[in-house]
């Protein structure tokens, strides 16, 4: 007994462990195959017969099943494609509409019934065993291939229900819609979008050609799905009559108005994370993002790379400020690879202006993350953005290195108006390692310069970086972060070899300074005096004009902190000589 439930378990597990699906098409190939075959040869050798009368009640049932199915996979097709464009976006109604399934289960389901049909009409007529070619085909024939389309038809069903539902996976979505961004799409797109803001006009489009009868019903109801067909559908004696004047004030404003985005094929991608991001569906929002940086790797070496990538990265900066508007720093960091991803993209092209756009979108989303307390996006922005400016300094891209250390200090700033301790401090490193790689001194194997007014543009933009980053996190009592950016100061002063720099690094030490004494941080006042000692030994004469001018521009109320900060200053002056 024991051994035979044994051997029932095993069976069972056996059973289990192999695929439903494949076990539902042998069953069905097993019962059908013999039928089929049954009846070919019955039909064959004469042995089986069906009266008028059995015919015509076996085609109506026939019939009324077929039309019966086919109504509600309709339905429930149509549902399916509301769902799913409610969910993500409508323009996925685009995907069912071309989707060839749906399309050829229709066309044999309509075959199948009106053979069906023609069969019930020629039943007991004079012309009923005839035809053009002088061949008796018998009743019993054609009533086993009216029945074997409505097998095939009904096996159909499986595909076209499995086809839907693979269409209802976000993966899926994105996948299919991900085929239409093509280098050629995106850059037709970019040049009607140009034409329209030049004439105001809108892109061309070629009317779809429509099926006939119920296909042709079937297409329609799904265009009304789309809510720009609904509208366009509105009579337009309405919408002049509530528009015309307005429109008539504003005629002049058409080329700043808001561009269509239907003909846009990275559109219904974005809608769809758009819309995963809100539901904070992060499995979504990574299959679109990835879907994008993917079709981003078909427009290397194109001639307009660098327009197609700029396209791309404003789609990935509104997604990124969405994600961290709703505080969701996870995907923040998603596309903030994304950007990265682009940016490397185009600055291996030397494309200064798309590597610096790049650069400016990382910036703003990191400064966005910042305002928001989503530390940890911040400090993945300030690391993206570091990579990004000693590797332009190798390639000598100087508006990207400008760019990396005008972004860093935008979210230095932000991060101290919120308190981020961490975020600040990494801030103020990363500013004068750009800084210092930038003056052309050594930093971690990188040593080349950027040349001439480029080279003291950027280390001038360090150096003002921290030194507003310095004095708020003086105000806001963050010590450590303050410390950060002094000591970032004197170092980026010294390694500058030009008076520019030197300057506007002990302008910002003396602030930061004389903020410390005030704020009775005594650590940062102490390290500030120290850099600025260090920096008048490396270039005397120009810190100490600086000083002196600051002296003579002294108020009265500032007399006391100055001095204070004046005395620890000489002190640490006295130590070094």
């Known amino acids: 007994m024991q051994d035979r439930k044994g051997k029932n378990n095993r069976l069972v597990q056996w059973f289990k462990k192999r695929d439903l699906s494949m076990w539902y098409l042998i069953s069905f190939i097993v019962l059908i195959l013999p039928a089929i075959i049954w009846n070919v040869k019955n039909i064959y050798f004469g042995t089986f017969e069906i009266d008028d009368g059995s015919a015509r009640y076996l085609l109506s049932a026939l019939l009324q099943s077929q039309a019966a199915i086919i109504a509600i996979v309709v339905t429930m097709t149509l549902v399916a494609v509301q769902l799913t464009a409610s969910a993500y976006s409508p323009r996925v109604i685009d995907i069912f509409r071309n989707d060839r399934v749906m399309w050829v289960l229709l066309v044999w389901y309509g075959l199948s019934m009106f053979f069906g049909v023609f069969i019930l009409e020629t039943i007991g007529s004079e012309y009923s065993n005839l035809n053009p070619w002088g061949i008796t085909v018998s009743l019993e024939f054609c009533v086993f291939l009216a029945y074997l389309m409505g097998i095939v038809a009904f096996a159909g069903l499986f595909w076209h229900v499995g086809n839907v539902i693979n269409f209802l996976k976000p993966k899926n979505i994105i996948e299919k819609l991900s085929e239409d961004i093509t280098q050629g799409n995106v850059l037709e797109f970019i040049k009607s979008k140009e034409k329209q803001r030049e004439d105001g006009t809108d892109p061309a489009k070629d009317a779809p050609v429509q099926p006939a009868g119920l296909f042709w019903h079937v297409g329609n109801v799904i265009n009304f799905l789309k809510p720009k067909n609904i509208?366009?559908?509105?009579?337009?004696?309405?919408?002049?009559?509530?528009?015309?004047?307005?429109?008539?004030s504003k005629e002049k404003q058409r080329t700043y108005r808001?561009?269509?985005?239907?003909?846009?094929?990275?559109?219904?991608?974005?809608?769809?994370?758009?819309?995963?991001?809100?539901?904070?569906?992060?499995?979504?929002?990574?299959?679109?993002?990835?879907?994008?940086?993917?079709?981003?790797?078909?427009?290397?070496?194109?001639?307009?790379?660098?327009?197609?990538?700029?396209?791309?990265?404003?789609?990935?900066?509104?997604?990124?400020?969405?994600?961290?508007?709703?505080?969701?720093?996870?995907?923040?960091?998603?596309?903030?690879?994304?950007?990265?991803?682009?940016?490397?993209?185009?600055?291996?092209?030397?494309?200064?202006?798309?590597?610096?756009?790049?650069?400016?979108?990382?910036?703003?989303?990191?400064?966005d993350a910042a305002g928001k307390e989503l530390e940890d996006a911040a400090k993945q922005a300030e690391k993206f953005l570091v990579a990004i400016g000693t590797a332009a300094i190798e390639k000598r891209l100087d508006g990207v290195v400008w760019q990396a250390a005008w972004s860093l200090g935008g979210i230095g700033k932000a991060a101290v108006g919120k308190g981020l301790r961490d975020a600040t401090r990494q801030a103020t490193k990363f500013l004068g390692d750009v800084g210092i790689a930038a003056a052309g001194k050594e930093l971690g194997g990188v040593g080349i310069s950027v040349a001439g007014k480029e080279r003291e543009n950027v280390v001038l933009q360090?150096?003002?970086?921290?030194?507003?980053?310095?004095?708020?996190?003086?105000?806001?009592?963050?010590?450590?972060?303050?410390?950060?950016?002094?000591?970032?100061?004197?170092?980026?002063?010294?390694?500058?070899?030009?008076?520019?720099?030197?300057?506007?690094?002990?302008?910002?030490?003396?602030?930061?300074?004389?903020?410390?004494?005030?704020?009775?941080?005594?650590?940062?006042?102490?390290?500030?005096?120290?850099?600025?000692?260090?920096?008048?030994?490396?270039?005397?004469?120009?810190?100490?004009?600086?000083?002196?001018?600051?002296?003579?521009?002294?108020?009265?109320?500032?007399?006391?902190?100055?001095?204070?900060?004046?005395?620890?200053?000489?002190?640490?002056?006295?130590?070094?000589e």
């Not at 509208?231 to 008539?248: A, M």
């Not at 000083?547 to 009265?556: A, G, H, V």
């Open 231 to 248: 509208i366009e559908k509105f009579p337009d004696g309405i919408i002049r009559k509530t528009v015309l004047r307005f429109s008539e």
């Open 258 to 367: 808001t561009d269509p985005s239907e003909d846009d094929p990275v559109q219904p991608i974005v809608d769809i994370i758009h819309g995963s991001i809100m539901r904070y569906d992060l499995v979504t929002t990574e299959y679109g993002l990835k879907a994008i940086t993917e079709k981003g790797k078909s427009i290397k070496g194109s001639n307009y790379e660098e327009k197609i990538s700029g396209h791309f990265c404003t789609h990935l900066r509104r997604i990124g400020k969405l994600a961290v508007s709703i505080g969701d720093g996870e995907s923040a960091i998603k596309v903030l690879e994304s950007l990265k991803f682009f940016e490397e993209l185009t600055a291996k092209e030397r494309l200064d202006f798309a590597a610096s756009q790049a650069a400016e979108f990382i910036g703003d989303v990191g400064i």
């Open 462 to 576: 360090a150096a003002w970086s921290l030194g507003g980053i310095g004095k708020a996190a003086v105000e806001k009592g963050l010590e450590g972060a303050a410390l950060e950016a002094t000591r970032s100061l004197g170092d980026v002063g010294q390694a500058a070899g030009f008076k520019g720099a030197a300057l506007e690094a002990a302008k910002s030490i003396w602030g930061i300074g004389k903020a410390a004494v005030e704020k009775g941080l005594g650590d940062t006042a102490l390290e500030a005096a120290k850099s600025l000692a260090e920096l008048t030994i490396s270039s005397e004469e120009m810190t100490k004009n600086t000083i002196q001018d600051y002296k003579s521009q002294l108020q009265e109320h500032d007399h006391k902190p100055s001095r204070k900060f004046m005395q620890m200053y000489e002190q640490e002056l006295e130590n070094y």
